[in-house]
C-alpha cells in the first residue's frame, strides 16, 4: 500500500526555508512558556499525596473543597474529577510529620458529611524522593540523547549525528511546550513518553538518513537537496504508514484509556505528531545547513574502499606466504 508514487520526487528542500521558520516559532513559543508558565510536576517528581476517592453518587466537589479548606493541613489540596463526576482526585503538598500518620483515615474522616464514598488509593511521595526522582529523569533524558548522537557519528557521518540530535531536541521543546501549554502533569509516565518518542522519532530519522546515504553512494547527481528530495520521496510512503498505524493506537488510548494514561497518551500524540514531521522535513534539512558535502563524502568512502582492499590484499599475500 503507498499513499504517493515511489518513482515522484517531490520538493521538500526547496521549501525546507518555510519549514526551519514554521519549526523555529514552533520551539521559540514552546521556550517561552517553559520558562513563563513551566511544568506542571506532579506527585511523582515534586512530593506530594494523591488521594483517589470514589462516591456512589455524583461528587459534591465544592462541599469537598470548603471542608478541606477549613483545615490547615488540606487547605492547599486541589481536587479534580478523575475519569468520571463520581470519582475525585484530591492532591496536596506532603509535610514531613505526615508521612508517618494514615492520611486515608483522616481524609475518610474529614469527608463524611458529603455522602457515601470509598478510598480508592492513596500516594505518598515525599519531597526528598521526588527532588531525586527530577534530578535521574533529567540524567536519563540527556544521557539518552548523548548515546544516540555517539550513534549515529559511528553509524554514518558526525554532520548526521549533529542533525538528528538537533531533530530531537526540536521534537522534545514542542512536546514539553505542549505539556506546558495544556498543563499535563510531569510525572514519570511523562518521563517514560519522551524517552519512547525519542527511540521513534530517531527511529525514522536513521531510515531517512539511510536512505540519503545510499542516494549519495549510488546516485550520479551532485546536488545535496536533489538527493535529498530523492531519498525522502522513496520513504514517504513508509514513514507515513508507520507514523499513522502507531497514531491510531495512541489515539485510542487517548480518547478510551481512561484518565489514568490521559497524560502518557496525549505526550505521544503530540510527539508522534512533531516526530513525523521532523524526520521528513527538519532532520534532513539540517544536514543541508551544516554543509554537509556530496563530493567530500564520496572521496572519504572511496578512501575507506581503497584502504579495506590492501587490507585484504595483503591478508591473501601473507596466507599465500607472498609476503
Known sequence: MEFFKSNKTYSFMERRLAFLGLSSILVAISIIL???????????FSGGTVVQVQYTKVAPLNDIRDLLNSTTKFDKSSV???????????????SSDSLGKDVGDEIRELLKPTGEYKIRRVDIV???????????GLMALSLSILVILIYVSFR????????????LVHDVTITLGAISLFNVDVNLDILAAILTILGYSINDTIIVFDRIREGV?????NDLSKVINESVSK???????TSLTTFFVVLTLFLFGGEIIHGFSFTLLVGIIVGTYSSIFIAASFLVQLSF????????EAEKLKRQKDKERLRAQFEQGTV
Not at 34 to 44: E, S
Not at 217 to 221: I, L
Open 156 to 167: 554514518f557521518e558526525w554532520r548526521f549525528a549533529v542533525a538528528s540530535v538537533l531533530a
Open 80 to 94: 479534580t474529577n478523575f475519569g468520571s463526576d463520581k470519582e475525585v482526585v484530591i492532591k496536596f503538598p506532603t
Open 126 to 136: 515525599g519531597p526528598k524522593v521526588g527532588g531525586e526522582l527530577q534530578e535521574k
Open 293 to 300: 558535502s556530496i563530493n567530500d563524502y564520496r572521496n572519504k
Open 217 to 221: 553512494k549510488t546516485s550520479k547527481e
Open 235 to 241: 520513504t514517504l510512503s513508509r514513514t507515513t504508514l
Open 34 to 44: 517553559l520558562f513563563t508558565k513551566g511544568l506542571n510536576f506532579g506527585i511523582d
